[in-house]
């Protein structure tokens, strides 16, 4: 609201188009004339703003052009009976709202933003002439006009706009807010930037949260002398950190679901968006054209084809993984051995700090081949939907990510059992490594930013060719926001967004703590400090650094809670083996009745890490209670719906028979 309790536009979308076609071209059918006029035409507000080298076109929606935009993409909504029905404008008051109040989420403006901009296509007969810096094109008949644009490279870029107001707020209550260690405006989150950016904090605050035990357990076994029960300190702090690790999961489950439940996010997991085909929607594992080749014909004949379908696409699942970790052993492993073993053999520090820098740059550029040619592998793969091709790219890549990290600790706890060693790399991955990351994750984007400013100027000061004109400088939000690197996966940008370095930091320092535990109990200690530093960091960086992310749906964090529970399971085995050695390196525990004791112990542990679910149940009591409401309200209304159907037909046969 203005000062005089007007709403202001909340310009939402940019569109970024060469300026070189406003300069030139002031006649009929100029590109941006056409552009401008068209958005207006579909009820989108439009505010034009001049850059150093581009123009850019703000989009702002009122709620009833977003409202037909749902209504005629037949976007499904949560109503007050617990079903999800499709959007009709004339009967919102039946949908629920979001948090926030509005009645759509990001998520849900965002798709119709893209259906309305690139929903504007030739409806004439006729194909339509634009011009552009002196040029003529032609607008095909049914052919969408951004498309085109975009296709000439008129259009540069379509991007998400930060709402400035909101994100003023964010900063203030999330970002810059150092008095809650892990407390997070987690339904403002969700407003701002969608669910899988909210679950992702959600997740990182629960786990720096539940970090605080742990670390105070470490403290006290790392700085306390037990005596004579010294030996047991170890043993129990294994366990009591196996539990944790087991409990934490089981309850960040159970809030999964509250999230959902709260944001009124069907909690149905797996389920892909699949395509529209007569009515019933097909997954992308099974074959549309053939399905339509065989319905109606021989049963048998379908099912075959279902069958072979099916089962293709596991195969070719299982020969990618296959391929994916014999390269892992044959060529990643020799190669972390090799370098393991040298900085064992190694006096000198110099010669040490030297091979570790020729080893990340080498490790780096196997990684970037690594995840080329996962993508490339998955692409033939038969998978639902993106987010099962993401998950799969999650696999692929932290496979070699899992080598890369850990083969070299295995070696100086496992091979050589040498604790010293051990400890001082644990130190230096946890504090030097999680230390420079997050100096170059936030310094990264400021210096991309800055070079793609200053080349910006400088071409605009070539373009002029020294004609005399005042200082050159950006000066509008929506430039500088356009300057900025989009939040994008370093391995990939198509299928995954800058979560999955995210995650994967957060994965590794799992593995990390967790796997070495009975090595450095102040790992934990270390990892809950860092963590609260996480999350300030990750927020100010998705804040300030960065365009505002592309918004994507989500249920859980996906793949990721597989790999975590994984490291779990590692962790056991491998704190197991750690015990074994380092109380027979000592000589305070004979090896026999010593190795019968860990081994029943990690039994023990195994069994209650898969039998802990019968417990603690992953869904709480009111939202399953909800769930089963709703679904009883939607059978009620669904079989009243239907026997007046049935009495209308039945109504309607007997009236024609007695005529």
Same mark, same amino acid.
């Given at each position: ?23 030139k ?47 005629e ?45 690139y929903?504007i ?35 540069k ?12 707020k ?5 970002a ?36 605080f ?48 439940a ?17 009515g ?68 000198s520090?110099?010669?040490?700090f030297?091979l570790?820098?020729?080893?990340l ?9 690594g ?5 490339k ?8 939907n993106? %987010?099962?091709?993401? /998950?799969? $790219? ?5 496979? +070699?990510y899992?080598?890369?990290?850990? &083969?070299?600790? #295995? ?13 001082q ?11 420079l ?39 509008t ?15 990939? %940008?198509?299928?995954? /967004?800058? $979560? ?5 930091e +957060? ?5 990390? &703590?967790?796997? #070495?535990?009975?090595?450095?109990p ?14 300030r ?10 365009k505002?992310?592309?918004?994507r ?16 399971v ?15 390196q ?17 039994h023990? $542990? ?9 417990f603690?149940?992953?869904?709480p ?37 007695n005529?």
């Amino acid at each position: 609201m203005n000062g005089n309790g007007e709403e202001v536009a909340v310009y939402e979308i940019a569109v970024v188009v060469s300026q070189s076609n406003v300069i030139k071209d002031k006649e009929i059918g100029d590109c941006l004339d056409i552009l401008v006029a068209e958005f207006r035409n579909v009820g989108l507000i439009v505010d034009i703003v001049s850059g150093v080298s581009d123009e850019f076109i703000k989009v702002a929606a009122p709620p009833v052009t977003l409202g037909r935009a749902a209504a005629e993409i037949q976007l499904k909504k949560p109503t007050r009976i617990g079903m999800d029905l499709q959007f009709e404008w004339e009967e919102m008051d039946a949908f629920l709202k979001q948090p926030d109040g509005s009645l759509f989420s990001w998520s849900e403006r965002f798709q119709c933003y893209h259906h309305l901009i690139y929903g504007i296509v030739n409806k004439s007969n006729l194909m339509i002439s634009l011009k552009y810096d002196g040029k003529e094109f032609c607008w095909e008949v049914g052919q969408s006009l951004l498309q085109t644009l975009e296709s000439k490279g008129i259009v540069k870029q379509v991007f998400p706009l930060h709402a400035e107001m909101k994100r003023k707020k964010l900063l203030r209550s999330w970002a810059l807010n150092w008095w809650d260690l892990t407390d997070q405006p987690i339904d403002e989150i969700y407003s701002y930037f969608g669910t899988k950016v909210a679950i992702y904090f959600a997740f990182l605050g629960k786990y720096t949260q539940w970090l605080f035990f742990p670390a105070a357990l470490g403290l006290i076994v790392q700085l306390v002398d037990f005596g004579s029960l010294q030996l047991l300190a170890l043993p129990v702090f294994f366990i009591s950190i196996t539990l944790w690790a087991v409990l934490f999961f089981q309850f960040w489950k159970r809030k999964n679901y509250a999230l959902l439940a709260r944001w009124q996010i069907n909690c149905t997991i797996g389920i892909g968006q699949g395509h529209k085909l007569l009515g019933m929607k097909w997954s992308y594992r099974q074959p549309p054209v053939e399905v339509i080749k065989t319905l109606g014909t021989d049963k048998a004949r379908e099912k075959e084809l279902y069958q072979r379908h099916e089962w293709l696409g596991h195969l070719m699942r299982f020969r990618n993984d296959v391929f994916v970790i014999l390269s892992i052993i044959c060529l990643q492993l020799p190669f972390e051995l090799a370098y393991a073993h040298l900085y064992e053999v190694i006096g000198s520090d110099i010669i040490k700090f030297g091979l570790t820098a020729i080893y990340l740059f080498v490790i780096q550029y196997f990684t970037q081949i690594g995840g080329k040619i996962s993508v490339k592998l998955i692409k033939n793969e038969n998978n639902e939907n993106s %987010e099962n091709r993401a /998950d799969s $790219l999650v696999y692929k890549v932290f496979g +070699l990510y899992f080598m890369q990290s850990y &083969i070299g600790i #295995f070696y100086h706890a496992l091979l050589h059992r040498n604790f010293r060693t051990l400890r001082q790399v644990l130190i230096q991955r946890l504090i030097i490594s999680e230390v420079l990351e997050n100096l170059l994750e936030n310094s990264l984007p400021y210096m991309k930013y800055s070079y793609k400013k200053y080349k910006t100027i400088r071409n605009k000061k070539k373009h002029e060719n020294n004609k005399p004109s005042g200082k050159i400088h950006v000066s509008t939000r929506v430039e500088k926001e356009y300057l900025k690197p989009a939040y994008s996966a370093s391995i990939v %940008e198509e299928l995954e /967004d800058g $979560l999955f370095d995210d995650f994967l930091e +957060l994965a590794l320092q799992f593995g990390m &703590i967790m796997m #070495f535990a009975c090595a450095f109990p102040l790992a934990f200690a270390f990892a809950a400090v860092n963590n609260i530093m996480e999350i300030r960091t990750d927020a100010l960086k998705l804040l300030s650094m960065f365009k505002r992310p592309v918004p994507r749906d989500a249920v859980t964090i996906g793949a990721w809670i597989n790999i975590f529970q994984f490291l779990i399971v590692m962790s056991i085995c491998t704190n197991s083996a750690l015990l074994v050695w380092l109380y027979d390196q000592e000589g305070k525990w004979k090896i026999e009745p010593g190795l019968a004791a860990i081994l029943i112990m990690e039994h023990v $542990l195994l069994l209650i890490k898969f039998g802990f679910s019968h417990f603690v149940p992953e869904e709480p009591a009111w939202v399953r209670a909800n769930r089963v409401r709703n679904a009883t309200q939607a059978q009620d209304v669904c079989s009243k719906q239907l026997l007046r159907t049935i009495s209308g037909e039945k109504t309607s046969n007997e009236s024609k028979k007695n005529e």
